[in-house]
């Protein structure tokens, strides 16, 4: 039977080296968290606040590029090529912006200093595997300051709940209406499309990307028309309050919650995945949501990622078929999946080992040094180094979740730069020699004790252990 | 007049801005003079540093380890200074160097961590003293300002004087030594091994190894921070690298360059305040006397130390020398220490600053309260 210390490691966010391992069954200690998971995080911006800093920016480039055209006819008169080609931005435009990004470093600084103290560390590390399953991207201007909430006001109120609830938060969330085009997204026959009130038309980028990444998986049997189909169905769901256009009055509701147009929708009774949905505004695409997050596709979708990321690059088919029956079983309730998760004796299996992503791989030093607290900026700024942005994947598809997308060259030296750094800065008065044991437990090599205890100086041997084959590993 | 040169927020990406900056002094200096504690981490080799070369045991123990003594500057009949060290050496002509050989602290046993913190703490043994005689030296020193040049303050300068530290926001690179020991770590790991080998021959491609310009950069930077009538009057320079089991002729030679450059760097940027400065160069403990099967030496006991600076009555090598001799060497293997190093770092501060020797001695290192030594190490 392997320790709790191995579980802190498999299962939660590394050991911490100012707290002793806690006793008794490993399992227990993951599983008792389920019940004990808070999801409610304070003082940290809501989408309301950053709705109304969005809008604000908006109706200012909309006010800029009126101005600009306004006053151009005078200026192109002699030479037409001297006309801006864009207008400048305004003071307010430029504190809008400012906002989005102060937005995402509290976020960010709220979610690592969640890391490193909370009591439910395999909660947090659910956390952050669904975020990543349902990624959003915070490198648009529009998703800056939301791409953070998708994970507080959609993934953690339903961590413990069903997949379903998570799924239509998720797919409501303005975060995830922005990144994939939804917001814009316009039903040709729709009743405004119609009166010529809108130009914009379909979008199937939220429509392909629900099937492909967030539900079914890619290349399980669904169809373009499929996708077409369900993208119609999409028709009409947005943000209310930040919408600008003609369209914008029809849309009600608080800044930055979900809304449902009824004028953009596209009417009719529609086929996705071979079930008739019959026409009904903003059930319709519900109806289609609840049928996916059902699906035994889905069940395998999940499993195989959930697998993956606690057990092994390779997950082992025993352990993706016991997860995908908890979840068609249960319907999809989380709790269950995850109790069928830490029941899987392969991924109790020590020689299943996973490469630490740079998240991963931050927390965990961040925590066996004894950090508690760490800002924001400080933070991103070195997940940016060490290659995985927060909250900005370079796709839909998320981060790769496997070893060859992380362990390189470069990226190994900026770990041992990074190491090197934070023994120097937060290792003061750390004793490697007592902590390594106790943070990488039965782990630990005798190769690496002995290069910890041959190291020239106390930060060395610390940083020593922060890049030890063991502790990039989990 | 206040003056805010020194306010210094190390606002590298990371882990700064966590890291409270230290409470900053700022009063009306007591005193003109410097003193600069370099720091060698991990056992610099005295006798490769300072070789030996009249002892007619040195070249038979040392084989091809006393190569680099073949073309180093003599100091005398029994003493050659590393190739590595010119500028070194011609502080010596100018009488501005002084060497001190077969020191020792009190530690007698061969651990990094615990010999470093004897050498940081001023104690009688490890862990026993949370404080550091750098600190406690300035608190003799009252409106005086003391600075790391390092991310955080090193435990040889921490105690109850608050001080400042201070590093380049854009931090350098993992220390060569860092980036061996963890190729060592990796060697046998199928993943990590290969990808190493990759890393290592670009960062080489890229020139960062040995190059010199990050030692003149440390030591014009740590004269900015102390120049000057608002200058700190006490600072501290970590350097790392010196644990040299294997490869030590490459090593040793670059990490010569860099501590050369460092000191030869800090004397240009100090200008006429070289005159008042004292800098002490000093390590944990030396190496073993007899070179090992992999082309370096081991944990050792005996070690050599340096006094640079305008203020140092140099142009000597102080050494009570122990011979290299089977019967000479301490547990048969180490350059038996002759010279208390606690001795000689307390005699040179109370000479450098005006001290009562004996109280200085007392206040440093409170545990051995070492005798001051007889010679004369400082001009003033």
Same mark, same amino acid.
């Given at each position: 039977?392997?320790?709790?210390?191995?579980?802190?490691?498999?299962?939660?966010?590394?050991?911490?080296?100012?707290e002793?391992?806690?006793?008794?069954?490993?399992?227990?200690?993951?599983?008792?968290?389920?019940?004990?998971?808070?999801?409610?995080?304070a003082?940290?911006?809501?989408?309301?606040?950053?709705?109304?800093?969005?809008a604000?920016?908006?109706?200012?480039?909309?006010?800029?590029?009126?101005?600009?055209?306004?006053?151009?006819?005078?200026?192109?008169?002699?030479?037409?090529?001297?006309?801006?080609?864009?207008?400048?931005?305004?003071?307010?435009?430029?504190a809008?912006?400012?906002?989005?990004?102060?937005?995402?470093?509290?976020?960010v600084?709220?979610?690592?200093?969640?890391?490193?103290?909370?009591?439910?560390?395999?909660?947090?590390?659910?956390t952050?595997?669904?975020?990543?399953?349902?990624?959003?991207?915070?490198?648009?201007?529009?998703?800056?300051?939301?791409?953070?909430?998708?994970?507080?006001?959609?993934?953690?109120?339903?961590?413990?709940?069903?997949?379903?609830?998570m799924?239509?938060a998720?797919?409501?969330?303005?975060?995830?209406?922005?990144?994939?085009?939804?917001?814009?997204?316009?039903?040709?026959?729709?009743?405004?499309?119609q009166?010529?009130?809108?130009?914009?038309?379909?979008?199937?980028?939220?429509?392909r990307?629900?099937?492909?990444?967030?539900?079914?998986?890619v290349?399980?049997?669904?169809a373009?028309?499929?996708?077409t189909?369900?993208?119609?169905?999409?028709?009409?769901?947005?943000v209310?309050?930040?919408?600008?256009?003609?369209?914008?009055?029809?849309?009600?509701?608080?800044?930055?919650?979900?809304?449902?147009?009824?004028?953009?929708?596209?009417?009719?009774?529609?086929?996705?995945?071979?079930?008739?949905?019959?026409?009904?505004g903003?059930?319709?695409?519900?109806?289609?949501?609840?049928?996916?997050?059902?699906?035994? @596709?889905?069940?395998?979708?999940?499993?195989?990622?959930?697998?993956?990321?606690?057990?092994?690059?390779?997950p082992?088919?025993?352990?993706?078929?016991?997860?995908?029956?908890?979840?068609?079983?249960?319907?999809g309730?989380?709790?269950?999946?995850?109790?069928?998760?830490?029941?899987?004796p392969?991924?109790?299996?020590?020689?299943?080992?996973?490469?630490?992503?740079?998240?991963?791989w931050?927390?965990?030093?961040?925590r066996?040094?004894?950090?508690?607290?760490?800002?924001?900026?400080?933070?991103? @700024?070195?997940?940016?180094?060490?290659?995985?942005?927060?909250?900005?994947?370079?796709?839909?598809?998320?981060?790769?979740?496997?070893?060859?997308?992380?362990?390189?060259?470069?990226?190994?030296?900026?770990?041992?730069?990074?190491?090197?750094?934070?023994?120097?800065?937060?290792?003061?008065?750390?004793d490697?020699?007592?902590?390594?044991?106790?943070?990488?437990?039965?782990?630990?090599?005798?190769?690496?004790?002995?290069?910890?205890?041959?190291?020239?100086?106390?930060?060395?041997?610390?940083a020593?252990?922060?890049?030890?084959?063991?502790?990039?590993?989990? | 007049?206040?003056?805010?040169?020194n306010?210094?927020?190390?606002?590298?990406?990371?882990?700064?801005?966590?890291?409270?900056?230290?409470?900053?002094?700022?009063?009306?200096?007591?005193?003109?003079?410097?003193?600069?504690?370099?720091?060698?981490?991990?056992?610099?080799?005295?006798?490769?540093?300072?070789a030996?070369?009249?002892?007619?045991?040195?070249?038979?123990?040392?084989?091809?380890?006393?190569?680099?003594?073949?073309?180093?500057?003599?100091?005398d009949?029994m003493?050659?200074?590393?190739?590595a060290?010119?500028?070194?050496?011609?502080?010596?002509?100018?009488?501005q160097?002084?060497?001190?050989?077969?020191?020792?602290?009190?530690?007698?046993?061969?651990?990094h961590?615990?010999?470093?913190?004897?050498?940081?703490?001023?104690?009688?043994?490890?862990?026993?003293?949370?404080?550091?005689?750098?600190n406690?030296?300035?608190?003799?020193?009252?409106?005086?300002?003391g600075?790391?040049?390092?991310?955080?303050?090193?435990?040889?300068?921490?105690?109850?004087?608050?001080?400042e530290?201070?590093?380049?926001?854009?931090?350098?690179d993992?220390?060569?030594?860092l980036?061996?020991?963890?190729?060592d770590?990796?060697a046998?790991?199928?993943?990590?091994?290969?990808?190493?080998?990759?890393?290592?021959?670009?960062?080489e491609k890229?020139?960062?190894?040995?190059?010199?310009?990050g030692?003149?950069?440390?030591?014009?930077?740590?004269?900015?921070?102390m120049?000057g009538?608002?200058?700190?009057?006490?600072?501290?320079?970590?350097?790392?690298?010196w644990d040299?089991?294997?490869?030590q002729?490459?090593?040793?030679?670059?990490?010569?360059?860099?501590?050369?450059a460092?000191?030869?760097?800090?004397?240009?940027?100090?200008?006429?305040?070289?005159?008042?400065?004292?800098?002490?160069?000093?390590?944990?403990?030396?190496?073993t006397?007899?070179?090992?099967?992999?082309?370096?030496?081991?944990?050792g006991?005996g070690?050599?130390?340096?006094l640079?600076?305008?203020?140092?009555?140099?142009?000597?090598?102080?050494?009570?020398?122990?011979?290299?001799?089977?019967?000479?060497?301490y547990?048969?293997?180490?350059?038996?220490?002759?010279?208390?190093?606690?001795?000689?770092?307390?005699?040179?501060l109370?000479?450098?600053?005006?001290?009562?020797?004996?109280?200085?001695s007392?206040?440093?290192?409170?545990?051995?309260?070492?005798?001051?030594?007889?010679?004369?190490?400082?001009?003033?």
């Open positions: 039977m392997v320790s709790t210390n191995f579980a802190e490691n498999r299962f939660g966010l590394g050991a911490r080296a100012d002793p391992t806690a006793s008794g069954d490993p399992r227990g200690w993951a599983s008792e968290q389920l019940s004990r998971f808070e999801p409610h995080v003082g940290i911006p809501d989408s309301r606040s950053v709705a109304i800093e969005l604000d920016y908006f109706q200012q480039r909309a006010m800029t590029k009126r101005t600009a055209q306004a006053a151009a006819p005078a200026a192109t008169m002699m030479t037409p090529a001297s006309m801006p080609a864009k207008a400048p931005k305004t003071p307010e435009m430029m809008a912006r400012v906002a989005g990004r102060e937005a995402y470093a509290t976020l600084g709220a979610r690592i200093n969640s890391a490193l103290t909370t009591p439910t560390p395999f909660a947090e590390r659910l952050h595997f669904w975020a990543n399953h349902f990624a959003v991207s915070a490198a648009k201007a529009t998703t800056v300051g939301f791409a953070g909430l998708l994970e507080y006001e959609a993934i953690r109120p339903h961590l413990m709940g069903r997949f379903e609830d799924l239509v998720v797919e409501q969330h303005p975060a995830m209406l922005f990144y994939l085009d939804q917001a814009t997204s316009v039903g040709p026959n729709s009743a405004l499309a009166r010529g009130r809108n130009k914009k038309g379909l979008n199937e980028n939220l429509a990307e629900i099937l492909e990444l967030h539900t079914l998986g290349r399980t049997g669904y373009q028309a499929d996708v189909e369900f993208a119609r169905a999409l028709t009409g769901w947005t209310a309050g930040i919408s600008r256009g003609p369209a914008s009055r029809f849309v009600t509701g608080e800044p930055g919650q979900f809304a449902f147009v009824d004028g953009l929708h596209e009417p009719g009774d529609r086929t996705i995945v071979g079930r008739r949905y019959r026409s009904g903003e059930e319709q695409a519900r109806a289609v949501l609840a049928d996916l997050a059902v699906h035994p @596709a889905t069940a395998r979708h999940i499993a195989t990622k959930l697998a993956r990321h606690f057990a092994a690059d390779d082992p088919p025993v352990m993706v078929a016991r997860l995908e029956a908890a979840f068609l079983k249960s319907r309730d989380l709790p269950t999946v995850y109790r069928a998760l830490l029941a899987s392969e991924a109790w299996d020590p020689a299943n080992v996973k490469f630490r992503n740079p998240w991963d931050t927390v965990a030093s961040l066996a040094v004894g950090l508690k607290r760490i800002d924001g900026d400080a933070t991103a @700024a070195l997940l940016t180094q060490l290659g995985q942005p927060v909250w900005r994947p370079d796709s839909p598809a998320g981060f790769d979740d496997i070893a060859a997308a992380w362990a390189g060259p470069d990226a190994l030296v900026r770990r041992v730069e990074a190491a090197q750094r934070l023994a120097l800065r937060a290792g003061q008065g750390l490697a020699r007592t902590v390594a044991p106790r943070i990488l437990g039965a782990s630990l090599t005798p190769a690496t004790a002995t290069a910890i205890a041959r190291s020239e100086s106390p930060a060395t041997g610390l020593l252990m922060l890049v030890s084959p063991e502790f990039l590993r989990r | 007049m206040l003056d805010r040169r306010f210094l927020a190390a606002t590298s990406a990371g882990v700064a801005t966590l890291l409270a900056n230290p409470r900053l002094a700022f009063a009306r200096a007591s005193t003109d003079k410097r003193f600069l504690f370099i720091i060698q981490r991990g056992a610099a080799d005295g006798l490769a540093i300072l030996p070369t009249g002892d007619a045991a040195y070249a038979g123990l040392r084989g091809d380890l006393a190569r680099d003594a073949a073309t180093g500057t003599k100091l009949t003493f050659t200074l590393h190739p060290l010119a500028e070194s050496a011609k502080l010596f002509a100018a009488k160097a002084l060497f001190v050989h077969a020191v020792a602290s009190p530690y007698r046993d061969r651990s961590f615990d010999g470093q913190n004897v050498l940081e703490s001023g104690a009688g043994g490890a862990y026993r003293l949370k404080d550091g005689w750098m406690r030296l300035l608190g003799q020193l009252p409106g005086d300002k600075i790391a040049l390092s991310p955080a303050v090193p435990l040889a300068l921490r105690g109850a004087i608050p001080v530290s201070y590093a380049p926001s854009a931090l350098p993992a220390g060569d030594d980036m061996l020991r963890v190729g770590l990796y046998k790991d199928a993943q990590l091994g290969p990808l190493w080998h990759q890393a290592l021959a670009a960062r890229a020139g960062d190894l040995a190059s010199g310009k030692g003149a950069a440390l030591g014009a930077l740590a004269a900015r921070q120049s009538p608002d200058g700190a009057r006490i600072g501290m320079i970590e350097t790392n690298g040299t089991h294997s490869g002729n490459g090593r040793l030679a670059a990490q010569l360059k860099q501590l050369d460092t000191i030869a760097g800090f004397r240009t940027g100090l200008g006429a305040d070289w005159s008042n400065t004292l800098v002490l160069v000093a390590t944990e403990f030396g190496r006397a007899k070179a090992n099967g992999t082309g370096g030496t081991d944990h006991t070690a050599m130390a340096m640079m600076g305008g203020a140092v009555a140099g142009g000597r090598v102080i050494a009570d020398w122990p011979g290299l001799a089977p019967g000479a060497l547990d048969g293997r180490d350059l038996k220490p002759t010279t208390d190093l606690d001795a000689l770092v307390a005699s040179a109370a000479q450098h600053f005006g001290l009562d020797p004996a109280r200085a007392g206040l440093l290192f409170p545990e051995t309260r070492p005798a001051p030594l007889a010679q004369r190490l400082m001009i003033g």
